[in-house]
């Protein structure tokens, strides 16, 4: 069976457009990239405590990747997953899972202040 050949939307670079899948029915890019590749966002207000980091590394140890980083193609930026690279890179990992999004300035300043407190609504 001949493999089919997915378009990749037009706004993912060239230069990683081979390590990304594109789901066409969810408007999706996943991709698998060097976590030095990709720039924090100076507008991310979180602080990663040792305790928090600490717990996330014996957990990944333990599972490995649960979750991908969220990383916008247009201003070059984190959305989410910023304790995660960092933990990345500090221990020469050469590739992080990322989900690859589009979206304006105004739109990731509002998905950096929204993401995580809208799984903070659930009630225990």
């Known amino acids: 069976m ?3 050949k997915v378009k990749i939307p037009s706004y993912i670079p060239k230069s990683i457009a081979s390590q990304v899948s ?3 029915e969810l ?3 996943i991709a698998v990239l060097d ?3 990709l720039s924090e ?3 991310n207000w979180r602080v990663h405590t040792r305790r928090q980091r600490d717990v996330y ?3 990944k140890e333990k599972h490995g990747w649960l979750q991908c980083a969220i990383y916008n193609l247009r201003t070059e930026r984190l959305l989410d997953g910023h304790m995660r690279i960092d933990e990345a890179i500090k221990n020469k990992e050469d590739f992080v899972p990322v989900i690859l999004k589009d979206v304006s ?3 990731e ?4 202040a929204n993401l995580d407190n809208i799984g903070m609504l659930a009630k225990r």
């Open 57 to 59: 590394k014996a957990f």
């Open 105 to 107: 300035e105004e739109d």
């Open 41 to 43: 966002n100076p507008k």
């Open 35 to 37: 976590p030095k590749s």
């Open 109 to 112: 300043n509002e998905i950096l």
């Open 2 to 4: 001949a493999k089919t």
């Open 22 to 24: 594109y789901f066409e």
């Open 27 to 29: 408007d999706l890019c």
